[in-house]
């Protein structure tokens, strides 16, 4: 076999050399695939059962709501937990969740025999792409405190650096936002840490025209009021939310006839963990207006609670009307993963749907 020529080697050399220059500067110069790519883990649940809302009690019914069941969830993986907010889907089983710490939760219920809640798959959790691609982990950056679903996007609310985001559905877990909301209240009146905990949307046929809501959870008005807006629809503005004592808002989800409920939490050293549910009527809601309404449910330590962080409302085929309410444990060894469902059982007389309109 005759030897190459020293020239043609070199020639050969320093062809190899450029192009793999060439290579190394195109993949500089390209965006990082593994940058954009969120991280993505199952994480194992198991669950168990909760029978009684009062501890030490078999009560079913309290004021207008109508205990279910609810279940406990522990992991093997340290993942699980600082649950914010909660949707259900159409089929009332799959279920959007999003984390404080910047993640999304994707599972499904699952019920026993007599229809009340046992438990929860194995979920699906995913790291949330900012508005730069990024798989951004900084609870900072990323603090997401609420989430609504609207035909063909979900609607995510942050702390810290305000906003409401929109990202597409389906394809929300590997996609950044598409577009951030007008937030209508001025962002230097929303606290650190006290945001918008609340992003709900109405219902079409409802007084807010299918809107999306949004309520603060410790930032006020110059009267003391929760601040609150309607993003969008026929009764865009700003309006108040009347503050219940120590209660801080947490999430809120709409009623088919778009009443508006809030899960309202607190907490003091001497007292504990409380929480409650208020019903504000939809047709209150314009604005500059000032809103309150009806106290549902008022729980404190001797009852199956934590610290309630998301709520939602689901609409059977028959038309009950059941409410879940997820807790947030803060990776904390003191809290727990709890979701708790009950049933809405008031019968609504004709002047009460008068007031809704």
């Excluded at 192009?19 to 990082?32: I, R």
């Excluded at 309520?215 to 993003?231: C, I, M, P, Q, Y």
Aim: net charge negative.
């Amino acid at each position: 076999m005759r030897s190459m020529p020293a020239c043609r080697k070199d020639f050969l050399l320093n062809t190899t050399l450029i192009q793999a220059a060439a290579f190394s500067l195109t993949l500089a110069t390209m965006p990082s695939v593994a940058a954009t790519l969120p991280v993505s883990e199952i994480v194992p649940v198991k669950s168990r059962q909760i029978d009684n809302f009062k501890i030490g009690s078999d009560q079913k019914l309290f004021g207008k709501l109508e205990f279910i069941g609810g279940i406990e969830m522990s992991s093997s993986n340290a993942l699980l937990g600082a649950i914010s907010s909660i949707r259900f889907r159409p089929d009332r089983k799959s279920f959007l969740a999003v984390m404080d710490t910047g993640h999304w939760v994707e599972g499904k219920i699952k019920r026993d025999q007599k229809g009340r809640l046992a438990g929860a798959s194995d979920l699906t959790v995913t790291s949330m792409i900012d508005a730069n691609g990024r798989s951004e982990q900084v609870k900072e950056r990323m603090d997401c405190e609420g989430v609504a679903l609207r035909d063909g996007a979900v609607l995510a609310s942050y702390e810290g650096l305000h906003r409401v985001d929109s990202y597409p559905d389906p394809g929300f877990a590997r996609s950044g936002p598409v577009a951030t909301l007008p937030l209508l209240i001025p962002e230097q009146s929303l606290g650190g840490n006290r945001g918008l905990e609340t992003i709900a949307v109405s219902p079409k046929d409802g007084p807010l025209a299918g809107g999306t809501a949004v309520v603060a959870e410790r930032s006020f008005d110059t009267a003391g009021h929760l601040l609150a807006a309607v993003l969008d629809g026929p009764r865009k503005g700003v309006f108040s939310v009347v503050r219940k004592g120590p209660f801080a808002v947490t999430d809120g989800a709409f009623l088919p006839n778009g009443d508006l409920l809030i899960l309202e939490r607190r907490f003091s050293f001497a007292e504990g963990l409380g929480m409650q549910i208020r019903r504000i009527r939809g047709g209150d809601i314009k604005p500059g207006a000032v809103v309150d309404g009806e106290i549902l449910l008022n729980a404190d330590m001797g009852y199956q609670i934590d610290n309630m962080e998301g709520l939602d409302v689901i609409v059977e085929p028959g038309g009950d009307i059941r409410i879940i309410i997820v807790s947030d444990d803060n990776h904390s060894i003191l809290e727990r993963n709890l979701m708790l469902e009950f049933r809405l059982v008031e019968i609504e007389t004709a002047q009460e749907k008068t007031r809704t309109m």
